[in-house]
């Protein structure tokens, strides 16, 4: 199984990137995509997940609260592409920004879907800068 995130780059405050997962060895729809980012020096933070099978219809997306209305992930039809876009982006949301994905379907119960304990594979990372 490999994650391999693209999409990075610089962009001015207020605007618009759209950070892509592709996956070798699973689909997102039996193995839901998560998407986390990490600022040097500090602890990963999650930043978006899916509960149930990413394009199911038990699927429920979660955000932080500090992307919740600018953040919204997708997917393509085959179910190996994801896709994170990120409107409106602050420099505080510079960052390394990391996709993974579980190793299981639905997730359902627990206080934090988005919690890393849950996922199993994880991409190597892409680079969001956001200058003011």
């Known amino acids: 199984v490999q994650l391999q995130a693209s999409g990075g780059g610089l962009v001015q405050a207020g605007g618009s990137l759209t950070l892509s997962c592709t996956a070798s060895?699973?689909?997102?729809?039996?193995?839901?995509v998560a998407w986390f980012r990490r600022v040097p020096g500090k602890e990963r933070e999650e930043v978006s997940c899916?509960?149930?099978?990413?394009?199911?219809?038990?699927?429920?997306?979660h955000y932080s609260n500090s992307v919740k209305g600018r953040f919204a992930m997708s997917s393509d039809s085959t179910m190996k592409i994801a896709y994170l876009e990120m409107k409106n982006l602050q420099p505080s949301d510079t960052a390394v920004y990391y996709c993974?994905?579980?190793?299981?379907?639905?997730?359902?119960?627990?206080?934090?879907?988005?919690?890393?304990?849950?996922?199993?594979?994880w991409g190597q990372g892409t680079q969001v800068t956001v200058s003011s």
């Open positions: 993974a994905a579980r190793s299981f379907p639905q997730l359902e119960g627990v206080n934090n879907p988005c919690s890393d304990f849950f996922y199993t594979y």
């Open positions: 899916f509960s149930g099978r990413d394009g199911g219809t038990g699927a429920r997306a």
């Open positions: 060895g699973i689909t997102f729809d039996e193995n839901p």
